[in-house]
């Protein structure tokens, strides 16, 4: 396909990786929806419309959904262990089923309750602490992980545990942003034996890390699961089994953090991204108050089983996923398992292939004003993300925040549970704008910084949220009070028993230049 000019050894000349979906839209708009460019000797093809996403992901699967060999992240750190990262081979489907008993569309009525109570406590914090509502969000995705994972709950952001996952999560992304390494952006040099290649000595030090890590969370689960103690989580069941299914321990600990990491911050990324949706359209905050009114009432804060009857409030969590995806920065490459034709391109084998949905998301013609925060886009629109995703039509699909084809997330049934929790209660008890200056202006957001991350959460900004009336704040207050007394049988309130091993890690990390939160 066409493309920049591009030298055959050192590839395309300034070839962006800081926020590249910026240059791939703007590369297509010269060239064409389908563009090449080149990361050393690697060929990537960047995919600009739904319609060749769906084509090639979807329909094209068996050809589309393998990954690039990424021998440094993913068979050198992660130990081959990454689900993520891992190849379109028996390993990724033996994990992808492992995933799927953890946070697939059986696990949604079961998680349930966890994603209720951490919700209660996210509109608690808010009410406590509204200047750190960056943090609180993150701290309600890391606790639903955690505990879904490992059966610990992450009570407070600053929790060992809390701090732990965090780090992790930035280590990671930084770690696997995909053309970061040389022995992967010129493959020739995996040649070169280990001792003839120095560069190589902090690879493995990160993947002794990592395997630190990794036994960090699994062997106190394990040690739970011998004292007879059964926390329901994916830990307890995976620690009773993993042997008979002819995983090693050390297999074992990596398939279960990579659980962890798989989702680390989705979810807290996207609720700051829509905070700041409403920072900018403070109408749609106020057409969401005006149905939750209407629906819910003042008494009581909404529950799972509303959403039916608030089209609003899930036509803005559609537009916070189109708006500002977590997955904005083109995420995980795709790559050919063998060559292809496609509208008269030769695709080789072993192309990295890029579905950068925010040329998608940014499309004027099916999206007016693509950078306004507008929730009325989906107003009419009554199929769920998952539902969504399964339509032969990729033009029909809401929008591309969970990936496509057979990449696409596992998670995305929990998730969008978890979300719709959330910010139905949050928009039910707040009121949200920006935050004032000393003369009373308000400061602005910049809706484009991202951080450095391979995914990109949003910079932290500064808001104002406030609750909406004393007597929303007291049923906020009430049922948290109410939750608090169920709690300790979902998970590990306390995650005394992990502390000192999370503490260790958050010790180690804080002094890793690569991790850029704690």
């Not at 996923?321 to 920065?329: A, E």
């Not at 790559?335 to 080789?348: C, E, L, N, W």
């Not at 084998?349 to 004027?364: L, V, W």
């Not at 300790?488 to 890690?505: F, I, V």
Request: hydrophobic share 35%; glycine share 6%; net charge neutral.
């Amino acid at each position: 396909p066409p493309g920049p000019p591009s030298n055959i050894i050192f590839g395309t000349p300034n070839y962006v990786t800081y926020q590249p979906h910026h240059w791939y839209r703007n590369l297509s708009k010269k060239y064409g929806p389908i563009v090449s460019v080149w990361k050393g000797t690697n060929l990537h093809i960047v995919l600009n419309t739904a319609e060749d996403i769906q084509e090639l992901c979807t329909k094209r699967g068996t050809v589309y959904s393998s990954r690039p060999k990424m021998f440094v992240f993913h068979d050198i750190i992660f130990h081959g262990m990454f689900i993520a990262s891992c190849p379109y081979n028996e390993s990724w489907r033996k994990q992808r089923k492992i995933l799927t008993l953890c946070v697939g569309p059986s696990k949604i009525k079961a998680l349930q309750p966890c994603q209720e109570y951490e919700a209660r406590q996210y509109m608690n914090d808010l009410l406590n602490s509204p200047e750190n509502f960056y943090l609180h969000a993150e701290r309600f995705g890391t606790s639903i992980l955690t505990s879904t994972v490992y059966g610990y709950r992450a009570h407070d952001i600053h929790h060992p545990s809390a701090l732990a996952l965090l780090m992790m999560g930035s280590w990671m992304e930084h770690k696997m942003h995909p053309t970061r390494y040389i022995d992967d952006n010129w493959p020739i040099l995996q040649r070169i034996p280990r001792a003839l290649a120095p560069w190589r000595r902090q690879y493995y030090k990160d993947a002794a890390l990592l395997l630190k890590i990794a036994k960090a969370w699994w062997e106190p689960c394990k040690q739970r699961v011998k004292d007879g103690i059964n926390i329901p989580c994916f830990a307890t069941d995976f620690a009773k089994t993993y042997e008979s299914e002819g995983w090693s321990n050390d297999e074992a600990s990596m398939v279960t953090v990579s659980l962890l990491l798989a989702g680390a911050g989705t979810t807290g990324a996207t609720l700051n991204f829509l905070i700041m949706g409403c920072c900018t359209n403070p109408e749609a905050m106020r057409k969401a108050h005006e149905e939750l009114d209407r629906v819910i009432g003042d008494k009581r804060l909404p529950v799972a089983e509303d959403e039916p009857n608030l089209p609003y409030v899930r036509a803005m969590i559609k537009e916070g996923l189109r708006w500002r995806p977590f997955s904005n920065q083109a995420g995980f490459h795709h790559a050919t398992s063998k060559d292809d034709v496609y509208k008269g391109f030769r695709i080789p084998a072993g192309t990295r292939i890029i579905p950068n949905a925010y040329s998608i998301h940014q499309d004027e013609k099916k999206y007016p004003n693509p950078d306004n925060f507008e929730p009325m886009r989906y107003i009419n629109y009554s199929l769920s993300a998952t539902e969504a995703a399964n339509l032969k039509d990729g033009e029909q699909r809401d929008h591309f925040g969970y990936g496509a084809g057979r990449r696409i997330c596992a998670g995305m049934y929990v998730a969008e549970a978890s979300l719709f929790i959330a910010v139905s209660k949050l928009l039910w008890g707040f009121d949200i704008g920006y935050a004032k200056d000393d003369m009373g202006k308000d400061i602005p957001i910049d809706t484009l910084a991202y951080d450095g991350g391979l995914f990109g959460k949003p910079e932290v900004y500064k808001a104002c949220i406030a609750p909406r009336s004393p007597a929303h704040a007291k049923v906020i207050r009430e049922s948290f009070a109410e939750a608090t007394t169920d709690v300790r049988s979902l998970a590990d309130e306390s995650n005394d028993g992990n502390l000192a091993g999370m503490q260790e890690l958050v010790d180690i990390l804080k002094n890793d230049p690569d991790v850029t939160v704690g």
